[in-house]
């Protein structure tokens, strides 16, 4: 059977509206593979930042972008179970979600539970491993905490809310006056993240400071992300949202920053930071896929049962992926805007 897989490409340094659409037909899965029929796949701040040249480790332009993706096995390669076929999975990608149909490791998808749709699954793939990971295995909190959640209304900050809330922790999240209502309906106490005092207010409601500062912007407000801090308390620094519009590497704001959270590791103030990456750890294949299946395994529980709300902000054809990623950078909007074919 052959299979014609659509994709969108970005081509370089080019506006939303220079994405191109190409064809072209994919090979049977070999050993070890599954081919995927997409159903959903997402814009993330990664595909904002990959446009501009901006993203850490991006590959060479012309490339497919797609940091994850949601869809059903149609076909199995020799040593892959064929029960797989017909299932709906999800994977981590990187690269290569905003294409019809993918070829993926058969280790690599993770099983979505019966009941949850595509699109709702696809808002919890990248944001709710990194929430999870961040939460869980950097910060480690526990139940009577507070942290602070910048961008409380983003696709990782609405997932980072729920599930600290599901955990027993106490979350304040910033976020523009108009997604107020939101991040308080997820159970945050929300602070406009424009407001001249800002961190006055922050130290208002934890006088002894938080336990943990979940920051995605990265800059010079890091360091004030830092001083919230409550002995004990971890800092995770997740991006550098902060430094998407401006020319010049990708990789040198990335490297400052972690240069200064290892500085800061080093004086003895009893606090700690840490640069989430979620790719650390990927060279052992066989541990790094088995820690996503254990940790995606466990959002989707949560989305199963309830627990955690699906934050989809807007879907588009995948066609339209040019108006689904100016809608993502445009700021307003909260949760994620999904591709669907």
Same mark, same amino acid.
């Given at each position: 059977m052959t299979t014609t897989a659509t994709e969108i490409v970005l081509p370089g340094k080019v506006e939303p509206e220079g994405l191109r659409t190409r064809s072209h037909v994919i090979a049977e899965p070999a050993a070890g593979q599954v081919l995927v029929r997409m159903e959903a796949t997402g814009v993330s701040f990664a595909e904002q930042q990959m446009r501009r040249g901006k993203y850490y480790d991006q590959p060479a332009f012309p490339f497919v972008p797609g940091y994850d993706v949601v869809g059903v096995v149609e076909a199995t390669g020799p040593g892959v179970d064929p029960?797989?076929?017909?299932?709906?999975?999800?994977?981590l990608t990187k690269i290569g979600g905003w294409s019809s149909h993918l070829l993926l490791a058969a280790d690599a998808v993770v099983p979505v539970p019966e009941g949850v749709s595509a699109a709702d699954a696809e808002t919890l793939v990248?944001?709710?491993?990194?929430?999870?990971?961040?939460?869980?295995?950097?910060?480690?909190?526990?139940?009577?905490?507070?942290?602070?959640?910048?961008?409380?209304?983003?696709?990782?900050?609405? *997932? $980072?809310?729920?599930?600290?809330? %599901?955990?027993?922790?106490?979350?304040?999240?910033? !976020?523009?006056? #108009?997604?107020?209502?939101?991040?308080?309906?997820l159970g945050a106490t929300p602070l406009d993240y424009r407001a001249p005092d800002l961190y006055d207010q922050i130290r208002a409601l934890a006088p002894n400071g938080v336990d943990a500062v979940f920051d995605h912007v990265g800059g010079a407000g890091i360091v004030e992300s830092f001083r919230l801090l409550a002995p004990g308390g971890t800092l995770?620094?997740?991006?550098?949202?902060?430094?998407?519009?401006?020319e010049g590497s990708s990789r040198l704001p990335v490297l400052k920053l972690i240069g200064r959270l290892l500085w800061w590791n080093a004086l003895p103030n009893r606090r700690h930071t840490s640069f989430f990456n979620i790719w650390t750890g990927v060279r052992d294949?066989?541990?790094?896929?088995?820690?996503?299946?254990?940790?995606?395994?466990?959002?989707?529980?949560?989305?199963?049962?309830? *627990? $955690?709300?699906?934050?989809?902000? %807007?879907?588009?054809?995948?066609?339209?992926?040019? !108006?689904?990623? #100016?809608?993502?950078?445009?700021?307003?909007?909260?949760g994620k805007v999904v591709l669907v074919p």
């Open positions: 029960a797989l076929a017909g299932r709906r999975v999800a994977a990248v944001n709710g491993i990194t929430a999870w990971q961040m939460l869980h295995r950097t910060a480690k909190i526990r139940p009577g905490q507070t942290v602070l959640v910048l961008g409380a209304n983003g696709g990782v900050g609405s *997932t $980072l809310v729920q599930l600290a809330r %599901a955990a027993g922790v106490r979350v304040i999240g910033t !976020a523009s006056p #108009r997604h107020h209502d939101a991040v308080r309906a995770v620094s997740y991006g550098t949202a902060s430094t998407r519009d401006q294949k066989a541990r790094f896929h088995a820690k996503l299946r254990h940790d995606l395994g466990q959002v989707f529980d949560l989305l199963a049962d309830g *627990t $955690l709300q699906a934050q989809v902000a %807007a879907r588009f054809p995948l066609a339209d992926a040019s !108006a689904a990623l #100016r809608l993502a950078e445009s700021g307003t909007v909260a």
